[in-house]
């Protein structure tokens, strides 16, 4: 069983993409999204993507994931009956992990049926298997994590914005600018360009502040 893949990107298409590993060149079937995701930039250093065997009498197919929770997603998908690869990766394409949770959660049949190829019957009997499954509990609570990482780096990135502006308003306010004048500036500043460090804001405050 192959359950990731390394390697250079030397071929793309809207399904697919080929990966140089050692000189053999594996196709690997993924997402439009995720095709579309390994841009031109990722041919200059090797990729990596979760990946999953599918063996078939006549076929030998790799699936290719960003996340390991994509990837149990899909083998989740496919022990539907009537769900094969291709409907799954189709299935993923339209609605994300936190979608597909939140859709067995409320029991939404007509977020399944809007996925194409998934008629009301094949959406009715996704929900039906799907919901309360044990080991969805487990993406559910991976999927939590996420969200809460998300969030922390989010909360952090907000104090430190909060603490860059404080810094550079200190410092303007003692070269002897007002408040208000010195605040007014770091907001017009901050409106045209992206937040760097204190001295640089600073810098730019006081080339504003000396055009007047």
Known sequence: MIGRIKGQLIEKKRDSVVIDVHGIGYVVYVTEKTARS???DNQSRNISLYSELIVKEDLLQLVGFITQ???DWFNILRSVQGIGAKVALTILNTLDTKELLHALRMKNELAFS???GIGSRMAQRLVVELSGRKDLIVLEDEEIK???DDSNEQTINIIKRKEIQQDA???LQ???FKTAEAQSTIDR???KDELVDASQLVKKALRSLAKG
């Open 189 to 191: 500043i901050l409106i």
């Open 114 to 116: 809007s996925v194409s």
């Open 169 to 171: 308003l200190s410092a």
């Open 38 to 40: 390994l841009n031109l």
């Open 146 to 148: 996420e969200i809460r």
């Open 69 to 71: 929770i994509e990837k």
């Open 174 to 176: 003692n070269l002897g």
